[in-house]
């Protein structure tokens, strides 16, 4: 409110504070507000020192005497009001003087929503009550009250929080699903919509192995899944808490969550050999080999240790719990009763209940080197995918030395390495890509190694190569394609027969070998037509259909599951069949006696669409011999006949010479009339 307002206001007051002494002819004795309350409303801010309210206290007329105005009470304790820039004045009116004292009343603190009691709370604002007093300076008992109430507005000014900003747990990999994994406090300090809030990993690939719960305090983490240490043991990520106020304001946490070992993982050999061959005379302690295994677990779970479970070596041999196979005594080839042991060996971990696996290991003992190194196996075959990547592991080639005593030394080597793409580990016989070059449908599909395995004798070097065939397999890269997007066939019932080929559809695959292998089929199928699923050919299986037009979808597949579709449609037509007519014409000449030659021609004219055939028939008939002749005036021909008989079938005769001409012109004119 202005200061000019103020002064109406104060005015009006004073008006009527006159007609009241006017008609009670006294004075007040006690000072009074201006007004019981002031009411305001402000959005929370940050600023200080906001104005408030001017309030106004009036004295006893004619006092003279000034008042002290000063904040007795506040409902919020954590907001603050100071009264500023008192002020006295003494306004005359009808003779008599009314000592008045104003003063300010703005906020020493932030107006913020968030520091007032939860339960003063309501809607998204709070009602901020501050007491004014005001005191006479005479009469310091005599004292009056007005309220200044300020309405704040929550505004989305807290952003949410979580209890921790970063969060550190660690799991069993075997804990179930949907276990909590750790529970959050998140809060947001504002009020209704600008306090809810939404919870999301800042991974999307998060959320399908953990899961986001509500809580009343906040969230928690579940496990979709089971969680396994062997593939991932650690997870690192964030939590975004988003509230719903415009703009949003958002929270953020880091959780790593560690995946705990648990004994569920058995040791594998990693290196181990199945025979050894041990010379004579080597000295005690020698190492022979080296086993290892590897455990996925980790930990005492994960630690492997070695042990002789079955087989005898009459204690030539030892194994240490670390793997070490070594000579334990002097060994003498011709003082022993046995040259080969068969030992089983295992390996076991420390877990609780330990894991273990086995496998069996043969000894020989030779009394002189005279051995190469011999692949374990004849020429190898080994398949991989024309898109194997760079170091892809093709196979592993083996080979022993009986007159070596520790495998290792033997060295694998690719004659001619760089001639293909493929390398070989010198130790462990291991074979690799070394580049990224197949295509299938390119070609070569084959590739032949020479692998040789060298032992590093003295003076000589003793050797043995196998031929490794690596064969390139087919990926399915392409989809069958249509020759064209749509068929159109048409189908004459009269011309087309059960068994026809009415049409034929194609489709092409880039791909070569059994995924470039297209089959078809039909969507929907019809009883009276079929397609051949290996040649496209649309064949009418029969005629049991009406006229009219068919729609179907042709579907082009490949074994990899890849296709194309085409359109279909067939017409079922019956074109009219041509007409023929045929005019007969007879001539009948006969003499008078009865024994001369009687003359009877017949003309026969047959007509189908444009094609016009006339064939006429003479009969002469006499008493002893009767002669037919038929000369067609078309390309057909005809060969005169003779019959003996008398008069009296003449005419018979006649009649049946033209029937026959008749069906063989009508004939005719079918088997040379044009189609449409």
């Excluded at 998060?206 to 906040?218: A, C, E, I, P, R």
């Excluded at 988003?242 to 050999?269: A, H, K, M, Y």
Aim: some cysteine; glycine content about 6%; aromatic content about 8%.
């Amino acid at each position: 409110m202005g200061r000019q307002s103020e002064m109406a206001v104060a005015f009006v007051y004073l008006v009527l504070m006159a007609g009241c002494l006017t008609a009670t002819a006294q004075a007040p004795t006690q000072i009074t507000f201006e007004k019981s309350e002031h009411s305001m409303i402000f959005n929370e801010t940050q600023a200080v020192q906001l104005h408030l309210a001017s309030v106004r206290i009036y004295g006893p007329v004619g006092s003279g005497c000034p008042c002290n105005i000063l904040i007795r009470s506040t409902n919020i304790n954590a907001l603050k009001a100071e009264v500023t820039n008192q002020r006295d004045q003494t306004i005359m009116l009808g003779g008599s003087s009314y000592p008045t004292t104003t003063a300010d009343i703005v906020s020493m603190s932030k107006l913020d929503y968030e520091q007032a009691d939860p339960a003063k709370m309501s809607g998204g604002s709070v009602l901020w009550t501050v007491t004014v007093e005001g005191q006479s300076s005479a009469k310091p008992d005599q004292t009056s009250t007005t309220l200044v109430k300020v309405t704040i507005l929550d505004l989305n000014d807290n952003s949410p929080v979580f209890a921790h900003a970063k969060v550190a747990m660690s799991v069993l990999e075997n804990m179930p699903v949907a276990s909590t994994i750790v529970a959050i406090e998140v809060t947001d300090k504002d009020a209704s919509t600008n306090g809810q809030f939404l919870v999301n990993f800042k991974d999307n690939a998060l959320q399908k192995t953990f899961s986001v719960f509500y809580t009343s305090n906040g969230i928690a983490i579940t496990n979709k899944k089971l969680l396994d240490r062997e593939q991932k043991s650690f997870y690192s990520f964030v939590l975004q808490a988003v509230d719903q106020g415009s703009p949003s304001r958002t929270g953020e946490t880091s959780v790593n969550i560690t995946v705990l070992d648990v004994n569920d993982n058995t040791p594998q050999f990693s290196q181990f050999k199945s025979s050894l061959v041990i010379e004579e005379n080597t000295p005690v302690g020698t190492n022979l080999f080296s086993l290892s295994a590897t455990d996925q677990d980790i930990g005492t779970n994960g630690a492997v240790q070695f042990f002789i479970i079955g087989g005898t070596t009459d204690g030539l041999i030892e194994l240490t719990t670390d793997g070490i196979i070594k000579v334990a005594k002097p060994i003498d080839y011709d003082s022993l009763s046995q040259h080969m042991y068969t030992l089983i060996i295992e390996a076991r971990d420390n877990g609780q209940p330990p894991r273990s696996s086995n496998r069996s290991m043969s000894i020989t003992i030779t009394n002189k080197n005279e051995h190469s190194p011999q692949f374990n196996h004849g020429d190898m075959v080994w398949t991989i995918p024309e898109d194997a990547p760079v170091g892809y592991r093709v196979g592993k080639v083996r080979a022993t030395d009986l007159d070596t005593v520790d495998q290792s030394r033997l060295v694998y080597f690719i004659k001619k390495p760089g001639s293909k793409p493929f390398r070989v580990g010198n130790q462990t016989g291991v074979i690799y890509t070394t580049q990224n070059v197949f295509d299938y449908e390119a070609g070569p599909q084959l590739y032949t190694l020479d692998v040789y395995v060298t032992d590093g004798g003295s003076p000589v070097s003793l050797e043995d190569n196998i031929q490794v065939n690596v064969t390139i397999t087919d990926r399915n890269e392409f989809a069958p394609v249509f020759q064209q997007p749509s068929y159109h066939v048409n189908v004459d019932l009269r011309v087309d027969h059960q068994g026809s080929i009415i049409g034929q559809v194609r489709a092409t695959d880039g791909d070569a070998g059994s995924f470039g292998i297209v089959r078809y089929s039909l969507n929907p199928t019809f009883s009276w037509v079929q397609l051949n699923t290996d040649t496209g050919d649309i064949l009418l299986r029969n005629q049991s259909l009406d006229t009219g037009v068919w729609n179907a979808t042709i579907w082009a597949s490949d074994v990899g599951g890849m296709n194309d579709t085409a359109l279909l449609k067939i017409t079922v037509t019956i074109t009219t069949p041509p007409t023929a007519t045929v005019a007969e014409t007879v001539h009948t000449t006969q003499k008078a006696a009865t024994t001369r030659p009687v003359t009877t021609i017949m003309t026969l004219t047959g007509t189908a669409s444009n094609l016009v055939t006339t064939a006429s028939v003479t009969t002469t008939t006499t008493a002893e011999k009767t002669e037919k002749t038929s000369k067609p005036q078309s390309s057909m021909a005809t060969t005169p006949t003779q019959r003996e008989g008398g008069s009296s079938g003449s005419f018979c005769l006649m009649a049946s010479t033209g029937f026959h001409l008749f069906v063989s012109l009508v004939g005719l004119l079918f088997a040379v009339a044009p189609r449409s």
